[in-house]
């Protein structure tokens, strides 16, 4: 038995490898070929693995490694957040969903009532597994459209067990009303329980298992925590999927969690790639060859239907057509939790043979060519946006949009109003420097109205509304959005329509560096190498290397690109003196330059106790330190000054040392 399951692993991992690395020379996604490679191997295919059922039990840790590590992104006042996306958008897409598949399917096929609406419950759900995996690497969940692809993906994983006891009352077997009621009250129990735990147990746990200090543990510990609460999820009638993201969301809450995302994910992408594998083995190609066209009008029509409501349902909340396109599309498919239902209703009587395998058909083609539709969908939807009722929609938006007037003049144009944006937008109104702020988001333009914020609503890949905002007049344009291709054109826009403006860009990739500067952006600052920067600053100083030192290290590393800190090694340099910090006083260090005014005079003329208010305690000059230095100490080029004084002094010392004589 073993030596089977062996084979068949080694067997999965050899022909998956090789096809990925095919298609990764085609620039193709992982995904589309875990999904080939399981076709080719499965028992439909060269029938090399004969029972898909030997890897079942590893594809469903996969998904529950995928969901956790997504829940562990995602911390629960920001899950909170999230409540109009889950319960507003998901709750209006599964049930228009399922009304208008049974409508439709009644007119069109000569099946019973309970039975279309059955359809509905199968077409209404997506792959939360493919999407959220894409969205992740894409680096788009954070986006708009990601966050309304993950509200409605999480209410729809909400759904599974409500539509699996529905499915039993459709077929009329006995005792169901009251299984479906006691699912939902345990799953308020659970939701509950969940969210206590997160909040006493877990921090407290973790805690005293970093304090042993083992690796091992702690990895042991944040798995156990994971597919405990998954069991106990699945136990009370909830999905696996959804108690590991709950599981994730717990372990969010601690300050472990980027630890746990990194000591997981090795796990997670092997297991989750065998998920996928899995499902790549149902596709039958003898019946898909067999009724070639009843597939394709039935792949076509789920992918239409879906896509068409969920583009009305995000359309008329947010008024937005790009944002509306690219959820619909992101969420088009069919996904795997349908394929739970489709066996239930198969063992139920509500699916006959040939209907069972004509959906999980074309569920699978649907779930294969989702990462091309997502990789593809900006292209799609410039297309898109050309056809005739489409065009309607972006009038409507344009003409909400229209009430934007701009009047002002070297001022700063903010696109985002994240938690960048609305720093930005504190200081500059601190500093008395006129912004505007562009917003997609329509409840935070409304709510920052009310408290006198100039902010617009619109899309800022539009250059009429940049025009609106008086880009042509603006000194400045800071772009802070998640989104990065909605980034790339709004940069080629703003430097088309004003090419002296300077243009400063937010991004979470350093990749994205050298192409937004091409595209014309002044400024990219890579969240990532600024935390990096941040770090080696405050070590720097804590070893006594002059300010002005650091300063000129950073600005060096932000004109080269960050290039320094993407090499895996540099040289080993003198960090500059250690020094010993008084108690109650701050201390600073300066380095003297070649063409420094400070050079040639005496500590007395530079009467810095006056001047900068603070006391300098010694000069560093080559190796040797002259401890309380006399006021006639002349002060030559690369001498280092130390001095004291509190936080404000030494800012104060700082600008004072670098001022022009």
Same mark, same amino acid.
């Given at each position: 038995?073993?030596?089977?399951?062996?084979?068949?692993?080694?067997?999965?991992?050899?022909?998956?490898?090789?096809?990925?690395?095919?298609?990764?020379?085609?620039?193709?996604?992982?995904?589309?070929?875990?999904?080939?490679?399981?076709?080719?191997?499965?028992?439909?295919?060269?029938?090399?693995?004969?029972?898909?059922?030997?890897?079942?039990?590893?594809?469903?840790?996969?998904?529950?490694?995928?969901?956790?590590?997504?829940?562990?992104?995602?911390?629960?006042?920001?899950?909170?957040?999230?409540?109009?996306?889950?319960?507003?958008?998901?709750?209006?897409?599964?049930?228009?969903?399922?009304?208008?598949?049974?409508?439709?399917?009644?007119?069109?096929?000569?099946?019973?009532?309970?039975?279309?609406?059955?359809?509905?419950?199968?077409?209404?759900?997506?792959?939360?597994?493919?999407?959220?995996?894409?969205?992740?690497?894409?680096?788009?969940?954070?986006?708009?459209?990601?966050?309304?692809?993950?509200?409605?993906?999480?209410?729809?994983?909400?759904?599974?067990?409500?539509?699996?006891?529905?499915?039993?009352?459709?077929?009329?077997?006995?005792?169901?009303?009251?299984?479906?009621?006691?699912?939902?009250?345990?799953?308020?129990?659970?939701?509950?329980?969940?969210?206590?735990?997160?909040?006493?147990?877990?921090?407290?746990?973790?805690?005293?298992?970093?304090?042993?200090?083992?690796?091992?543990?702690?990895?042991?510990?944040?798995?156990?925590?994971?597919?405990?609460?998954?069991?106990?999820?699945?136990?009370?009638?909830?999905?696996?999927?959804?108690?590991?993201?709950?599981?994730?969301?717990?372990?969010?809450?601690?300050?472990?969690?980027?630890?746990?995302?990194?000591?997981?994910?090795?796990?997670?992408?092997?297991?989750?790639? @065998?998920?996928?594998? $899995?499902?790549?083995?149902?596709? *039958? +190609?003898?019946? #898909? %060859?067999?009724?070639? /066209?009843? =597939?394709? &009008?039935?792949?076509?029509?789920?992918?239409?239907?879906?896509?068409?409501?969920?583009?009305?349902?995000?359309?008329?909340?947010?008024?937005?057509?790009?944002?509306?396109?690219?959820?619909?599309?992101?969420?088009?498919?069919?996904?795997?939790?349908?394929?739970?239902?489709?066996?239930?209703?198969?063992?139920?009587?509500?699916?006959?043979?040939?209907?069972?395998?004509?959906?999980?058909?074309?569920?699978?083609?649907?779930?294969?060519?989702?990462?091309? @539709?997502?990789?593809? $969908?900006?292209?799609?939807?410039? *297309? +898109?946006?050309? #056809? %005739?009722?489409?065009? /309607?929609? =972006?009038? &409507?938006?344009?003409?909400?949009?229209?009430?934007?007037?701009?009047?002002?003049?070297?001022?700063?144009?903010?696109?985002?109003?994240?938690?960048?944006?609305?720093?930005?937008?504190?200081?500059?109104?601190?500093?008395?420097?006129?912004?505007?702020?562009?917003?997609?988001?329509?409840?935070?333009?409304?709510?920052?109205?009310?408290?006198?914020?100039?902010?617009?609503?619109?899309?800022?890949?539009?250059?009429?509304?940049?025009?609106?905002?008086?880009?042509?007049?603006?000194?400045?344009?800071?772009?802070?959005?998640?989104?990065?291709?909605?980034?790339?054109?709004?940069?080629?826009?703003?430097?088309?329509?004003?090419?002296?403006?300077?243009?400063?860009?937010?991004?979470?990739?350093?990749?994205?560096?050298?192409?937004?500067?091409?595209?014309?952006?002044?400024?990219?600052?890579?969240?990532?190498?600024?935390?990096?920067?941040?770090?080696?600053?405050?070590?720097?100083?804590?070893?006594?290397?002059?300010?002005?030192?650091?300063?000129?290290?950073?600005?060096?590393?932000?004109?080269?690109?960050?290039?320094?800190?993407?090499?895996?090694?540099?040289?080993?340099?003198?960090?500059?003196?250690?020094?010993?910090?008084?108690?109650?006083?701050?201390?600073?260090?300066?380095?003297?330059?070649?063409?420094?005014?400070?050079?040639?005079?005496?500590?007395?003329?530079?009467?810095?106790?006056?001047?900068?208010?603070?006391?300098?305690?010694?000069?560093?000059?080559?190796?040797?330190?002259?401890?309380?230095?006399?006021?006639?100490?002349?002060?030559?080029?690369?001498?280092?000054?130390?001095?004291?004084?509190?936080?404000?002094?030494?800012?104060?010392?700082?600008?004072?040392?670098?001022?022009?004589?």
């Amino acid at each position: 038995m073993i030596y089977e399951f062996l084979k068949a692993i080694l067997i999965i991992f050899g022909v998956s490898g090789l096809i990925i690395y095919i298609l990764g020379k085609l620039k193709i996604p992982p995904i589309v070929g875990f999904l080939i490679a399981g076709t080719i191997i499965g028992p439909y295919g060269m029938a090399l693995i004969s029972d898909p059922h030997k890897v079942e039990l590893i594809a469903e840790i996969g998904v529950i490694l995928l969901m956790f590590t997504i829940g562990v992104e995602f911390s629960i006042p920001r899950l909170m957040s999230l409540k109009k996306e889950v319960f507003l958008f998901g709750g209006l897409q599964v049930i228009i969903t399922i009304i208008v598949i049974a409508l439709l399917s009644k007119f069109a096929l000569s099946v019973s009532f309970n039975t279309t609406i059955f359809y509905g419950f199968i077409v209404a759900l997506s792959s939360t597994a493919i999407v959220m995996k894409l969205l992740t690497d894409r680096g788009e969940l954070n986006t708009p459209y990601g966050k309304i692809c993950l509200g409605i993906l999480l209410f729809q994983d909400l759904c599974v067990v409500p539509l699996m006891l529905f499915t039993h009352l459709l077929s009329g077997q006995e005792s169901s009303y009251y299984n479906f009621f006691t699912v939902i009250v345990k799953a308020f129990l659970i939701l509950s329980v969940v969210f206590i735990f997160s909040r006493i147990a877990v921090p407290y746990l973790l805690h005293e298992v970093v304090k042993i200090r083992s690796r091992e543990l702690f990895i042991i510990t944040i798995i156990s925590i994971c597919i405990g609460i998954a069991f106990f999820t699945s136990k009370l009638g909830l999905s696996l999927a959804l108690g590991a993201f709950l599981a994730g969301v717990v372990i969010s809450e601690s300050e472990y969690s980027a630890q746990a995302v990194a000591d997981i994910l090795p796990f997670k992408e092997t297991f989750s790639g @065998i998920f996928f594998i $899995s499902v790549g083995m149902l596709l *039958n +190609l003898d019946y #898909i %060859k067999n009724h070639l /066209t009843e =597939e394709a &009008a039935i792949v076509g029509n789920i992918l239409l239907l879906k896509t068409l409501i969920i583009i009305l349902i995000v359309y008329f909340f947010t008024h937005s057509l790009k944002i509306s396109l690219r959820s619909a599309l992101a969420l088009s498919q069919i996904g795997e939790f349908s394929f739970v239902l489709a066996f239930a209703g198969k063992s139920t009587g509500l699916l006959d043979e040939n209907a069972y395998q004509s959906f999980i058909s074309a569920s699978v083609i649907t779930m294969l060519i989702t990462p091309l @539709i997502i990789n593809n $969908s900006p292209s799609v939807i410039e *297309n +898109l946006i050309k #056809i %005739k009722p489409f065009k /309607t929609l =972006e009038r &409507a938006r344009k003409i909400k949009e229209s009430n934007i007037i701009v009047k002002k003049s070297n001022h700063v144009i903010i696109v985002g109003f994240g938690l960048n944006g609305r720093n930005l937008a504190r200081v500059l109104k601190e500093s008395n420097i006129p912004y505007v702020v562009l917003e997609l988001n329509p409840d935070t333009v409304r709510k920052m109205k009310r408290k006198g914020e100039p902010i617009y609503y619109g899309d800022g890949t539009s250059s009429e509304i940049l025009h609106k905002l008086g880009l042509h007049r603006a000194k400045v344009l800071v772009i802070a959005i998640s989104d990065p291709m909605a980034t790339r054109k709004i940069v080629q826009l703003a430097k088309a329509g004003n090419p002296k403006i300077h243009i400063i860009v937010r991004t979470r990739f350093v990749s994205e560096i050298e192409e937004l500067k091409k595209l014309g952006a002044n400024e990219v600052i890579p969240e990532e190498f600024e935390t990096s920067l941040e770090i080696f600053a405050r070590v720097l100083h804590h070893f006594g290397t002059p300010r002005n030192k650091i300063l000129q290290m950073i600005e060096q590393i932000r004109e080269e690109g960050y290039e320094i800190l993407r090499m895996p090694e540099t040289a080993k340099t003198r960090a500059g003196i250690e020094c010993v910090i008084f108690e109650g006083l701050e201390m600073d260090s300066f380095s003297i330059e070649k063409d420094s005014w400070l050079i040639g005079h005496s500590l007395k003329s530079l009467d810095l106790r006056h001047k900068a208010k603070v006391t300098v305690i010694a000069v560093q000059r080559g190796e040797e330190t002259i401890l309380n230095p006399s006021a006639d100490f002349i002060l030559k080029e690369g001498d280092i000054i130390i001095y004291v004084g509190n936080k404000k002094q030494l800012v104060d010392a700082l600008n004072f040392f670098q001022k022009k004589d």
